[in-house]
């Protein structure tokens, strides 16, 4: 069992910034992929940024030039750092990890965890 657990949401200014962890516990042989998701009221969930196993970052456009995923060296630490935040910010900010685990011999199992999310509100 792999969990997620979120932290580092709040209220905060337009124009501020906030810094999100995640950290991953349980058995897993193998993180391969970390991500930080995000669902406001009426929307669909979606990527805000992600990280490899081989540190290759990707942003979505709504945030990339003021924000940073970063992770600890071995990704069971991952960080969301979003400067110059705007009301359209707001939202539920989800972890979320994909891996494998050795669950036999010449057996793995894929896993996916999501975090319970941590709410991120901006005013104006």
């Known amino acids: 069992q792999v969990q997620l657990v979120e932290s580092g949401g709040g209220l905060v200014q337009a124009g501020g910034s906030l810094r999100l962890s995640c950290l991953a516990s349980g058995n897993i042989t193998s993180i391969t992929h970390m991500g930080w998701f995000r669902q406001a009221p009426g929307n669909q969930r979606e990527l805000v940024a992600s990280?490899?196993?081989?540190?290759?970052?990707t942003y979505a456009d709504s945030v990339k030039g003021r924000s940073t995923i970063s992770e600890d060296g071995n990704l069971r630490t991952v960080y969301l750092q979003i400067n110059t935040l705007k009301p359209e910010d707001t939202a539920v900010y989800y972890c979320?990890?994909?891996?494998?685990?050795?669950?036999?011999?010449?057996?793995?199992?894929?896993?996916?965890?999501w975090g319970q999310g941590t709410l991120v509100t901006v005013s104006a």
């Open positions: 990280i490899t196993k081989e540190r290759s970052t």
């Open positions: 979320k990890l994909d891996g494998w685990t050795i669950v036999g011999q010449n057996s793995v199992s894929l896993v996916e965890a």
